[in-house]
């Protein structure tokens, strides 16, 4: 049966609790090469169906005749969430994607179980990817933030400048990172369900604002803190949009599909 072209089924290779909190599960799809992002991509993210499981079939979608796409009843349609992408692998054609796991989502209990072999659905990656290397760089987000941080690190040049504030839960759910020369990491305690997000914000807005005007800013964070930030980025330091890219990761008391990601 035909599938969207930009869309695969991919398989679990194997998962493993990186943090806690946090799972990697890595997925395998055919052709990595046509399925993956540019090293220069901004935290490329994947929309992943994920299967009912009290539906017999998975419920991927297919193409009319029109190649247009077409997706089964709603109530046997996989939920869709969306998730960074941790590394490419192209000799084993995977990818790495890590779930935060917090107990009661669709996505973070399917992760928590997943087995080898077992199946999700995956629309291509995509990305804003920059057109030249800006003098500096602001990387700032939340603990659902921290994979995208991670693969934006993994891929900057050695001589990049800038500051990385990354808030987490605690110590325990810190992670190595790559860190160029002139990158400085900083980590914050705090839970966003706590109102840590004002934690993140404080810390961006406590940049000397000379630095934050000469840099591309990158954040992802629940909602509320993201429209801060971006306020302070664009109206308080004078940054055009181009030097921005600001995301809602999560909006709290909702679901994804109810709300605006940002930019």
Known sequence: MARPENFRVARVLRARRVTPHMQRVTLQVDDLS?????????GPHVHALIPRPDCAEPGWPTVDEKGHAVYPP????PAVRTYSVRRFDHAENSMDVDFVLHGDGVASAWAERALPGEEIGLWRPHARVLDEEPERYVLAGDHTALPAIGFILDHLPEEAQGEVIVMVPCAAEEQPLRLPNGMRLRWLHATPEAQGGNALTAAVRGLDPRAVRASFVWVGAEAAAARDIRAFARKECGLPASSTYILNYW???MVEGTYDHGE
């Open 34 to 42: 046509r399925f993956d992002c540019s090293p220069r991509a901004l």
């Open 74 to 77: 709603p109530e046997k349609r």
């Open 251 to 253: 909006k709290r008391g």
